[in-house]
């Protein structure tokens, strides 16, 4: 069964930097993309970031270009989010998600419990 574990949330001040990490088990990950959406507080889930396992291939939202990059480590199954330059608007809770072909590649069909990201001013 697939698993997806968030961690290195947490309390930052506006300006700061956060990496977080995902670690995924329960398959063979070389297929697909792994990505990060997140969610604020009475708002709807959006993308954020993802990342292709076989070539590293990235695509991020307009919000975060330029201050946040994905990147992973085919051998741990492992995803990366560096966010820098984090602002207010960034709060949110933050979900890694795994597209495998399992339920056929383009939707991410296994998502993680979640780690909240809190920008202070």
């Known amino acids: 069964q697939v698993q997806l574990v968030e961690s290195g949330g947490g309390l930052v001040q506006t300006g700061g930097s956060l990496r977080l990490s995902c670690a995924a088990s329960?398959?063979?990950?070389?297929?697909?993309?792994m990505g990060w959406f997140r969610q604020a507080p009475g708002k709807e889930r959006e993308f954020v970031a993802s990342i292709t396992w076989s070539f590293g291939r990235t695509s991020y939202a307009d919000s975060v270009k330029g201050r946040f990059t994905i990147s992973r480590d085919n051998a741990k199954n492992t995803v990366f989010l560096q966010m820098n330059s984090l602002k207010s608007e960034d709060t949110a809770v933050y979900y890694c998600?795994?597209?495998?072909?399992?339920?056929?590649?383009?939707?991410?069909?296994?998502w993680g419990q979640g780690t909240q990201v809190t920008v202070s001013s």
């Open positions: 329960g398959r063979t990950f070389n297929r697909g993309r």
């Open positions: 998600a795994a597209d495998t072909p399992d339920d056929g590649l383009g939707s991410f069909d296994y």
